[in-house]
């Protein structure tokens, strides 16, 4: 799926890759007995018996695996990291997940050997310097965010949201009731409802207004003693500034209820607005979004939750500390903690990533990202708007949501387009989702990609448009450059052939 600056378009179909000439797909079968990638000089010393070593778990025979030369080793794991879609390869425009590239400088800062080895039991005495890098990216995201403390132990989104739900729960339990209900509007991510629940809150559901924003009516009508956060995601998953901010936290506080901000979308906040200072009591960062480390395949996540003073002491434990002298370290009495939501003091390896981002761009370079990410997206809002369907005219920040209106008349859904686009080059768009948006098609370009990028992309999808009306079944059948093509993705999901089994 490399990318070119050929026209893109289906003449480009059916053009045979260089690494697809072979029979790839029988690497494995082409194994044969004795075949080796390595040889290793005639034993010296005396053989060692293992079987007495390891008992019963001694294998007896040999396992069944292919047997090949280095070089066709070599060949098969290069020629399978070429089937697959990377942001090293192009553009990745999943809106709400903020797949950003990942700058190789944080890559080498992170496997330094005294931070990437520095094991979780040396004592704090000995662990100064990746403390260090703790309390300063600490420091960091408080200032950021605009809130007052952090821990850094979640290790994804919705782990940083249950750990923010349970604070919320614990303060209001030190009040006297923990309260019954959490608001959450209908355009939100779908883990903010399951941690609602799991936190042991009923969920009550509010509708967005045709701006895609609150309706502050509804909020006000909703809003009652027994309400114990709202749950907002801003900019919201259709990528607009909720602009009533300030007012929803006043509406929210009057009645004891606390604002939750769900921060995925800081992307588009960063270094222009602080959520500390419009309203909100405490919020989650995905460090594996706005602040690089693509996340998705299950690599390690961080989702720091940042909080207001008077959460502080419910914070999970340990929490960092300075002494007198200057020296940092755990603190574990904590008598309100919630207790630790998780092992050690989160993925360490994320927090030196994401300190190594912000360093590196700095005050100055971080709201530039911002205002390059909200600038590439309203660029391909712009030069789509008038093919797309645009739901909410609102103004776009870092994302955009079409819908496929349009397309759906001629019978092509979102998720053909999705599908076609892969045979441009492009990893797909978000489909389906928010699913206030009937047929989506949710784009977030990020920071990361240059104006000659988005020109492909809008390149792409301009073309897929006119296909749609002039050669539909090319669409609905797309993917038609991949070695697979249209799955059966529940089947996928369920039934995943993992492994590879020899054939007796
Ligand atoms: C990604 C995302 C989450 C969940 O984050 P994970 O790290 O995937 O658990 C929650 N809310 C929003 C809006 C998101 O985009």
Redesign the pocket.
């Known amino acids: 799926m490399t990318q070119t600056n050929e026209p893109a378009g289906p003449k480009t179909l059916g053009k045979v890759r260089p690494h697809q000439t072979q029979n790839e797909a029988l690497v494995f079968e082409k194994s044969s007995p004795g075949k080796r990638a390595y040889k290793l000089p005639p034993l010296d010393v005396p053989a060692v018996d293992f079987s007495s070593l390891l008992g019963d778990t001694h294998r007896k025979t040999a396992p069944l695996l292919p047997e090949l030369s280095e070089i066709e080793i070599i060949r098969h794991f290069t020629r399978l990291s070429t089937w697959n879609y990377a942001i090293d390869l192009g553009m990745y425009p999943l809106g709400?997940?903020?797949m950003k590239y990942n700058p190789r400088v944080n890559e080498f800062v992170s496997r330094i050997e005294g931070l990437a080895e520095a094991h979780p039991y040396r004592p704090d005495s000995l662990a100064q310097g990746i403390l260090e890098v703790i309390d300063l990216l600490q420091r960091c995201l408080i200032e950021i965010t605009g809130m007052d403390a952090i821990t850094l132990q979640p290790a994804?989104?919705?782990?940083?949201?249950f750990t923010g739900i349970l604070l919320v729960r614990a303060w209001h339990e030190s009040q006297g009731n923990p309260r019954r209900k959490v608001l959450i509007p209908d355009s939100?991510?779908?883990?903010?409802p399951a941690t609602a629940a799991i936190c042991g809150y009923q969920v009550e559901n509010l509708k967005s207004n045709a701006e895609g924003g609150i309706d502050l009516e509804a909020l006000t009508r909703q809003v009652d003693e027994e309400t114990a956060a709202l749950m907002l995601?801003n900019p919201s998953?259709i990528g607009v500034f909720e602009s009533q901010i300030a007012k929803i936290a006043e509406i929210l506080h009057a009645k004891g209820a606390l604002l939750y901000m769900?921060g995925?979308?800081m992307n588009a906040l960063v270094g222009k607005a602080r959520p500390g200072d419009f309203g909100v009591d405490v919020m989650?960062l995905?460090l594996?979004?706005t602040f690089s480390t693509p996340?998705g395949g299950g690599g390690p996540?961080s989702?720091p939750v940042a909080c207001k003073a008077f959460l502080e002491p419910f914070l999970p434990t340990p929490v960092l500390i300075q002494s007198q002298d200057g020296a940092k370290h755990w603190e574990y009495d904590r008598p309100q903690s919630v207790g630790r939501v998780r092992a050690f003091y989160g993925n360490t390896g994320m927090f030196i990533r994401a300190l190594a981002y912000i360093l590196a761009n700095g005050p100055d370079g971080l709201r530039q990202t911002t205002e390059d990410a909200v600038l590439n997206a309203n660029y391909i809002r712009h030069k789509l708007e008038d093919l797309y369907e645009l739901p909410y005219k609102t103004g776009s920040m870092h994302e955009v949501v079409f819908s496929d209106k349009r397309q759906v008349a001629l019978g092509v859904k979102t998720g053909d387009i999705a599908k076609r686009l892969i045979d441009y080059g492009f990893h797909p768009y978000t489909v389906s989702f928010p699913m206030i948006v009937h047929g989506a098609l949710m784009i977030e370009p990020t920071e990361s990609e240059s104006l000659e990028e988005l020109d492909l992309f809008i390149a792409a999808m301009r073309s897929i448009a006119k296909e749609v009306e002039e050669t539909p079944e090319l669409v609905k059948t797309a993917p038609h450059s991949t070695r697979v093509s249209r799955l059966d993705e529940v089947q996928a999901a369920r039934k995943p052939i993992l492994r590879w089994k020899p054939t007796e």
């Open positions: 709400s997940c903020t994804a989104g919705a782990h940083g949201e939100a991510h779908g883990t903010n995601t998953t769900d995925a979308n989650h995905n594996h979004k996340h996540g989702g």
